[in-house]
Each structure stands twice: as structure tokens, then as C-alpha cells.
Nanobody
């Protein structure tokens, strides 16, 4: 009912920048929070950042002051601007969205994207 598609991953040198995008589509009624998570090789998935429908933001300590999350509500899209990248930021980055969609009745959803790989070389 709701699909998330990420883009913008790639290979970058340490100290560089990347911008990830995630677009939500489907029978969306509303999106409350959107966020980013990441999973490094051999590690568990961890939360990176969240933005609410009112644009309140929260960040993991490991990315605070380097990453910026933003959203375009009209486009149902969330972005993650990543600056001053470090090799330890290397991971598959996943987009997540919480909201509700049109079905036989309004129903809630918790959707995930397929992930986009970010590799930071030293």
C-alpha cells in the first residue's frame, strides 16, 4: 500500500558529502514521522535520525552536527544530508516512514525502503 524508494548512496572519500533521498508513494493519507536507519557490515541496524510532520528533528549522537534530516511534505520525501563523512559511516541506509493510508478504512503503516549503500573510504 505504501512504498519507499531511496536513492543517493555511493562511494565517497572521508570528509566528503552525500545526500540521500527517500520518496514515499501509494495510497497515503498522512505521514507522521520519517527517519533514517543504517546497518553496517556485521552489526545491527541502528537509528540515525527522525523528522516529524511538524519538522522536529532528532539525531543519534554519532551523526549530530554532521548530518541533517529534512522533508518535503508535498512530495512525501525525506532527505539526509551527510557531511564530514567518516569510514565508520559506511553502511546500508534505510528509510522508514510511519503514517496512515487509505484502505477499506484508514489504516496505519510502518514502511521501510530497500536500502542504499554508502561507502566511505579512508
Amino acid at each position: 500500500q505504501v512504498q519507499l524508494v531511496e536513492s543517493g548512496g555511493g562511494l565517497v572519500q572521508a570528509g566528503g558529502s552525500l545526500r540521500l533521498s527517500c520518496a514515499a508513494s501509494g495510497n497515503i493519507f498522512s505521514i507522521n514521522a520519517m527517519g533514517w536507519y543504517r546497518q553496517a557490515p556485521g552489526k545491527q541496524r541502528e537509528w540515525v535520525a527522525t523528522i516529524t510532520s511538524g519538522s522536529s528533528t532528532n539525531y543519534a549522537d554519532s551523526v549530530k552536527a554532521r548530518f541533517t534530516i529534512s522533508r518535503d511534505n508535498a512530495k512525501n520525501t525525506v532527505y539526509l544530508q551527510m557531511n564530514s563523512l567518516k569510514p565508520e559511516d559506511t553502511a546500508v541506509y534505510y528509510c522508514n516512514a510511519l503514517g496512515s493510508y487509505y484502505g477499506p478504512q484508514i489504516q496505519t503503516f510502518n514502511a521501510w525502503g530497500q536500502g542504499t549503500l554508502v561507502t566511505v573510504s579512508s
